[in-house]
Each structure stands twice: as structure tokens, then as C-alpha cells.
């Protein structure tokens, strides 16, 4: 069974600080990987999606790559902000299966 | 408007209790998902639909059910409610994006149940 570990599960930077958000799967055949960010009580917000072929996707100050050798994603936020405190979230799927696995996400606070 | 929109977004009940929680989509995607967050379990499927005709249960579907009434709308059913199904329900619904894979999930704002 997949299992999804993200790692810090707390982070707290202060603002204008580069981060690196943590993401392994147990299976490391990955075949779509999507980042979300979610705020409390809130819905999950797609970041980044990166599809089979690809390694790597970007979004203004996001950079989302995928290691398919090791099952090993990061997420990079660039001079981050206070606006950016949320959790966010990680999710893979398999080749052949129609289900994302989800990680616990990573509580991210940006302190002004 | 939001794009995936869940009603109720918070409901009380007790013990015993039918549930439905409804789901409806304006992004004419063909997959639709239902999931429920508890704190440090974190997301897990319940029931997913690929069209009105084809219903999947995901990892969790005990004691629980779903109707697909029409490509837009997606409706998760507890047909007799217990506390530890206390939890935060999501609908989702994806792109067929071919091959073998989910397509990027976009996800409503989440349902609250409390059972009592």
C-alpha cells in the first residue's frame, strides 16, 4: 500500500525566506503528483501538477519537481510571505490507479 | 461562483441518522470523488465515479453509499450515521486526461459533520 510521508509536518520561517517542503512515497513509481495548499476550514487548492512525462512544474514563486528513481517531491517557495501560512499538501498516484494517496501535509507559518 | 460547490457545508445530526451530502460541478469534468480529512489521518477516499454509470469504492466506502444523478452531481449518502464518522467530507472532481492517471483534482470547500 502507498504511503505518503511530507516532511517537516511544522514549519515557521520568517518572511522573505527561500523554503523546501518535503514529499516521499513508499512506492516509487509515481505517475501524477499534485501539490495543494489548504487553509483551515478551507477546500484544498491545486499548486502544481506534474503529469507523467514531466519532472518539474513552476508557478510564480512555486517550483514543484518530482524524482521518479528515488519517489521524492519537493516544493520550493521563493521569497515567501505571510500570505502563504497554510498547510500544504502532497498527492501521487500510481501507474494504473485511479486514486491520489495523500501525505498529512506541512503546517507553514510565515511570521512578518 | 465557486466551480465545486458542497451544501451543507456544516451539519449536527445524531446517532442513527440518514445523511446526504450533495455535491454539483460547473467544470463539466467527468470524474467526481468524495473524501473525508480527519486530523492526522489525513485525506482518504471514499467513493469515486467516472461517469453516471460507473461508481468505484475507494479505500473507506463501509457505511457509506453514493448516487451519481447526472454528470454534475455527485451525492454521498450515511444511510445510518455513527460518531466516527465525524469528519470533514470533500468533494473533487478531475479531467479524463487519458491514460492512467487522475488528472489534476480540484476540490469544493469541504462539508463539517458532527455525529452526536
Known amino acids: 500500500k502507498q504511503e505518503v510521508t511530507q516532511i517537516p509536518a511544522a514549519l515557521s520561517v520568517p518572511e522573505g525566506e527561500n523554503l523546501v517542503l518535503n514529499c516521499s512515497f513508499t512506492?516509487?513509481?509515481?505517475?501524477?503528483l499534485q501539490w495543494f495548499r489548504q487553509d483551515p476550514g478551507k477546500g484544498l487548492t491545486s499548486l502544481l501538477l506534474?503529469?507523467?512525462?514531466?519532472r518539474e512544474q513552476t508557478s510564480g514563486r512555486l517550483n514543484a519537481s518530482l524524482d521518479k528513481s528515488s519517489g521524492r517531491s519537493t516544493l520550493y517557495i521563493a521569497a515567501s510571505q505571510p500570505g502563504d501560512s497554510a498547510t500544504y499538501l502532497c498527492?501521487?498516484?500510481?501507474?494504473?490507479?485511479?486514486?491520489?494517496?495523500f501525505g498529512k501535509g506541512t503546517k507553514l507559518s510565515v511570521i512578518p | 461562483d465557486a466551480d465545486v460547490t458542497q451544501t451543507p457545508r456544516n451539519r449536527i445530526t445524531k446517532t442513527g441518522k440518514r445523511i446526504m451530502l450533495e455535491c454539483s460541478q460547473t467544470k463539466g469534468h467527468d470524474r467526481m470523488y468524495w473524501y473525508r480529512q480527519d486530523p492526522g489521518l489525513g485525506l482518504r477516499l471514499i467513493y469515486y465515479s467516472f461517469d453516471v454509470k460507473d461508481i468505484n469504492k475507494g479505500e473507506i466506502s463501509d457505511g457509506y453509499s453514493v448516487s451519481r444523478q447526472a454528470q454534475a452531481k455527485f451525492s454521498l449518502s450515511l444511510e445510518s450515521a455513527i460518531p466516527n464518522q465525524t469528519a470533514l467530507y470533500f468533494c473533487?472532481?478531475?479531467?479524463?486526461?487519458?491514460?492512467?492517471?487522475?488528472?489534476?483534482?480540484?476540490f469544493g470547500e469541504g462539508s463539517r459533520l458532527t455525529v452526536l
Open positions: 512506492d516509487s513509481a509515481i505517475y501524477n
Open positions: 473533487a472532481t478531475s479531467d479524463f486526461s487519458g491514460g492512467q492517471n487522475t488528472g489534476e483534482l480540484f
Open positions: 506534474i503529469q507523467s512525462s514531466q
Open positions: 498527492a501521487g498516484s500510481g501507474a494504473g490507479s485511479y486514486q491520489l494517496t
